[in-house]
Every structure is written in structure tokens, then in C-alpha cells.
């Protein structure tokens, strides 16, 4: 007998309480390591984004296509790249037109008529299921594949009482890419009532349901028709013993519709990745050209106060690569210091092997070394964003590179005062190699923290931690929530202290302190509102140094 009761009336005895957790503090993840990205690809759901990994970048979002067919198949090169080079994994949004159809792989039954009739099982697509019973299953593939899927349909041999072979309503059905790679095997039950031995559902819609979200099935068959039927190759096992299995040719359920994308395309994908679950910290535009698409691009990085990382073409000289910039008008975004632009003059061999040489942006490098670079974190979970991914120890990892543009004193000077990042080759102690030259933002300052990328990285990482903290802290009573808010602040700034991120101010208010906060409530509204504030100095970079050397007697 148990000791304790749960609850306790007026009767003698002990009341137990559910365990109160008071060690929990907010966490930090790894969403430094992510990226997100609107991009053309030839697999991958059209309706909402998606996360990619190095292991799978080819099963989601297939094989690469030439750029020289269509430019957008670059962004294809720099999410492989980049998880190739220290992304833990991409968030993607996939393009897409109103023109875009995904169809429906439908399964039939086919029955000959005569003195041997005979049954089988045929494969077709359609925009939309039949309105009347003419199909036993549809297959609706949410991945949209360009290239294709097969299907596969087999069901275990059953007898009746005479040993004869009767119709068998559980089956296991594949969808498999066309290189015939298993995407998804299901098995389950035409009968709607069907249970398996927990007293679960076992109808195949529910369990394709229970499995994922990128393929839907419908049954069409009702009554004695929902069997799979004997004596077709999905019954039963051959004279070798080995399962019969009707096969597919592959199906072309998914019409991309086109590429060319209209503004309220690229609105509908920057939404769709704004208000996505999956986590990132960095946006990268995958090398496009497109200022409708970089707009929204801009607006994303506002919304999420997350960096974006954009490419400016590397064929164009310095002055047509500035004037690519300015009538992007960047600067005049109301958080340009997270908006940052890479120049490349470099021609490089394809890193995944699918083009031919040529020019390949590198922001999106830059974001994978960044997220590489975070993934090592102190003993209070603080990576190094104080060193900027520029510089002797950032060096593009490409073969074949070849620079096409000769930049002198005064180019380079320019393209600082556009605030572009050109990427080109430095020499060094140890000699010399492709580096990212600078680490500027877009932002129209010159004399001011916010032009630098690592202070952007680190401001941007600290609002993330205190917003998600602040959050925890909702709906607490008002001294509670301030009590924890004032302990985070301190415990978070102290770690950035150590970190190196921040450093003793000179400014009188700070009082030689590297930060300070208040915590307190609305004095228009102290009944539910709090107010929180941060003053930080941030370490900043060693951008130019000034060398003399003077002779003495």
C-alpha cells in the first residue's frame, strides 16, 4: 500500500505534490548554426519550409541543375556547399508560381472480360481523384518531386477454409524516387474499421497520417472491393518464394509551372519562412539577382532581426558591382546593419561538381563558416562571434580560383565606402590565399559600432536570448518576472563579459562598466507591462592598422 495520497480531503493521511522543477533556466540551441533560404529547387514542399541536412540535401531538394540553364539553380550550389563547410542545416522555402500543380498518383484496378478474365493493377496520374469509385488508392506526394516518384503495392498471401486464396485488405505500399530509393513504406488496412491488437486505427490513411505530412492517401474501394486481389503481381510470393509486387513506371505528379516569379511569389515565401517553427539565425539570398527577391529578402531580416548575408555578381567590375548595391538601396533599410553584401571577382571550379567553371557568390560560405564557428561554444555558451569571418584564417576552400579583377588602393576604397565585402586574394606571413577582405554592414555609418558584421552577430545573438528568456518570464506575477528577468540579464551580459563580446565603456553613464540594464514596471501601465532596457559596449574589430617606423641615433 501505497504512503501518500495525491490529493487529501478531511481524512488523515499525507498529501503528495507533483514534483516542482526549479533548476530550469532558459537554454540556448543551435539555431546560430542554421540558416534560411527562398530558393528554386527541383524537390521539396511548395507550401511551407523545410529543414535540410547534409545527409539528406540530395533525397530534398534532388540533384543540382546547370546554372546555365536557368541562373536560380545556384542557390542549389550553396546550400550543399554550406553544409558541406560547418551549416548544421538549411531552412528552406522552396519557390514556386500559382501555376504549380501537384496531382495524384491513382492505383486502378483493370479487369479484362472473356473466357480467362484477368486482373491488374495500373498506374496513373491525375489532377483529382474520380468523383465516382474507379480507383482503389490515390497518392498525393507533398514533396514535389520535378523528376518523379514510383510506386509499389504488394499484399501477403491469405486462404480460407478450403485453402483457396481469398482477397487480402492489409497491404504495404512504397513511394520510392525515381532512382528507386525508399522514400516511405506504409502498411495498413483498406477497411476503415480495421484496428490492430492495441485497438489503433489501422486504416492505411491513418496510418500515412500518423507516419508524415508530405504524403496523403485516399482509399476508393468500399465493401468486398477493398482487398487487394489475388492472382495480380501485388499478391501473394512468386514460384521463387519472393513477394509479388505491382510496380510503377515513374509518375510526374508535380507541374513546377514555370520560373518566372512574380513580387507576390516572393511575398508569399518570405511569410511562409518568417512564421516557420524551425529555428535559424542567418538569411542567405543563394547568390540571386533578383531585387524584388532581395527586397522581401530585407524584410525578412527586419521582421526577424536576423542577418542576411547577400551576394553581388562577381563578373561586374567595382563600379558596376557598386552601383548593383546602390540601387538596391540597402542602407536605407531601418536595420541595414544586418544586411551585408559580398563581392566575388573570382572564377572558381564548381565545389559540387555540376557546373563548369565560373563565378559562384560566397555569402553563403560565409554564413557556413560563421555556423561552423559557432558550434564551439565557452562553459557559459558563448561562441567566438567576436571574430568576424574575415580575414587570414577565412580563406575559400575552392579549387581553380582565378581572379578577374586587378583592385587598387582607390577600388578598394570604394567598395568600402559602398560598404561591400570584396572577397579576393591577400597575402600573408605563410603566403597568400582567397580571403573574405572585409566585414562591413550595410549600415550608412562611419564612425559607429553598427558597421560591423561581428557586432551586428553579436547584438542580434543577445536580443534572440533575451526576447526568448522574456518570453519564459510571460505571464508570471509582475515581482516574479522582474526578479528572474534582473538574475537572466546578469548571468547572460556577465557570460558576454568573459566571452570577450563586450568591454569597459568609456562613456561616463556606463561608469567604466562593459554593460548595464534596467528591469521595471510601465509606470503607465504597472498592472501588466514591463519594461526591460540594456546598455552594452561591444569589442570591435581591427579593421586598419597604422605602422611607423622611425630612425633613431
Known amino acids: 500500500m501505497q504512503a501518500f495520497t495525491r490529493q487529501l480531503g478531511r481524512e488523515s493521511g499525507v498529501q503528495l505534490n507533483p514534483l516542482v522543477d526549479g533548476s530550469e533556466v532558459p537554454s540556448v540551441g543551435n539555431e546560430d548554426q542554421c540558416f534560411g533560404i527562398i530558393m528554386r529547387a527541383t524537390r521539396g514542399r511548395i507550401d511551407r519550409p523545410f529543414k535540410v541536412s547534409r545527409g539528406d540535401v540530395y533525397a530534398k531538394l534532388g540533384r543540382g541543375e546547370p546554372i546555365r540553364t536557368n541562373a536560380l539553380n545556384e542557390a542549389w550550389v550553396h546550400v550543399v556547399e554550406a553544409l558541406n563547410n560547418g551549416a548544421y542545416e538549411a531552412v528552406v522555402q522552396r519557390l514556386s508560381t500559382s501555376n504549380a500543380k501537384i496531382k495524384y498518383a491513382l492505383v486502378k484496378l483493370t479487369k479484362t472480360e472473356g473466357a480467362n478474365p484477368t486482373s491488374k493493377y495500373t498506374f496513373e496520374v491525375a489532377e483529382s481523384l474520380p468523383t465516382s469509385e474507379g480507383f482503389v488508392l490515390g497518392v498525393k506526394h507533398l514533396e514535389c518531386f520535378n523528376d518523379g516518384i514510383k510506386l509499389e503495392l504488394h499484399a501477403d498471401e491469405v486462404l480460407d477454409d478450403d485453402a483457396d486464396q481469398v482477397g487480402n485488405d492489409v497491404l504495404t505500399l512504397r513511394v520510392k524516387d525515381p532512382d528507386g530509393n525508399t522514400l516511405y513504406e506504409f502498411t495498413g488496412s483498406l477497411s476503415p474499421n480495421a484496428k490492430d491488437d492495441y485497438g489503433n486505427s489501422y486504416y492505411l490513411p491513418d496510418i500515412v497520417a500518423a507516419r508524415t505530412t508530405n504524403v496523403e492517401v485516399t482509399v476508393g474501394v468500399v465493401g468486398d472491393n477493398a482487398v487487394i486481389v489475388p ?323
Open 231 to 553: 492472382g495480380t503481381a501485388a499478391y501473394g510470393y512468386n514460384a521463387n518464394g519472393f513477394q509479388n509486387w505491382a510496380e510503377s513506371d515513374t509518375l510526374i505528379c508535380f507541374e513546377e509551372g514555370g520560373t518566372s516569379y512574380t513580387t507576390q511569389d516572393y511575398q508569399r515565401c518570405r511569410e511562409n519562412l518568417q512564421y516557420t517553427q524551425f529555428d535559424f539565425s542567418y538569411i542567405s539570398s543563394g547568390g540571386t539577382q533578383a531585387p524584388a527577391l532581395l527586397a522581401q529578402l530585407a524584410q525578412l531580416a527586419f521582421d526577424t532581426n536576423k542577418q542576411l548575408r547577400f551576394d553581388v555578381p562577381g563578373n561586374l567590375s567595382v563600379e558596376a558591382a557598386i552601383a548593383f548595391v546602390e540601387q538596391l538601396n540597402m542602407g536605407a533599410n531601418k536595420t541595414a546593419h544586418l544586411l551585408q553584401a559580398f563581392w566575388t571577382p573570382l572564377k572558381t571550379d564548381d565545389p559540387t561538381g555540376v557546373n563548369p567553371k565560373g563565378y559562384f557568390g560566397t555569402a553563403t560560405l560565409n554564413i557556413a563558416y560563421a555556423c561552423g564557428r559557432n558550434a564551439v561554444k565557452d562553459g557559459k555558451g558563448f561562441a567566438a562571434k567576436n571574430y568576424p569571418i574575415a580575414g587570414r584564417e577565412w580563406q575559400v576552400n575552392r579549387t581553380g580560383i582565378t581572379q578577374t579583377a586587378t583592385l587598387r588602393g582607390p577600388d578598394l576604397d570604394k567598395l568600402a565606402g559602398a560598404k561591400i565585402n570584396p572577397v579576393i586574394y591577400e597575402v600573408y606571413t605563410g603566403g597568400g590565399r582567397y580571403v573574405f577582405y572585409d566585414s562591413l554592414t550595410c549600415a550608412k555609418v562611419e564612425s559607429s559600432y553598427r558597421k560591423l558584421i561581428s557586432v551586428a552577430d553579436m547584438s542580434c545573438s543577445l536580443d534572440d536570448r533575451i526576447s526568448r528568456a522574456a518570453k519564459d518570464f510571460l505571464q508570471l506575477p509582475m515581482k516574479v518576472a522582474i526578479q528572474r528577468m534582473n538574475a537572466y540579464l546578469k548571468a547572460v551580459f556577465e557570460g558576454a563579459e568573459s566571452a570577450g563580446w563586450l568591454q569597459k565603456s568609456n562613456d561616463p553613464q556606463m561608469g567604466g562598466n562593459a554593460f548595464a540594464y534596467s528591469v521595471k514596471e510601465s509606470e503607465l501601465n504597472p498592472m501588466d507591462q514591463m519594461i526591460i532596457g540594456y546598455w552594452l559596449h561591444y569589442d570591435g574589430v581591427a579593421r586598419a592598422i597604422f605602422q611607423t617606423q622611425t630612425i633613431t641615433r
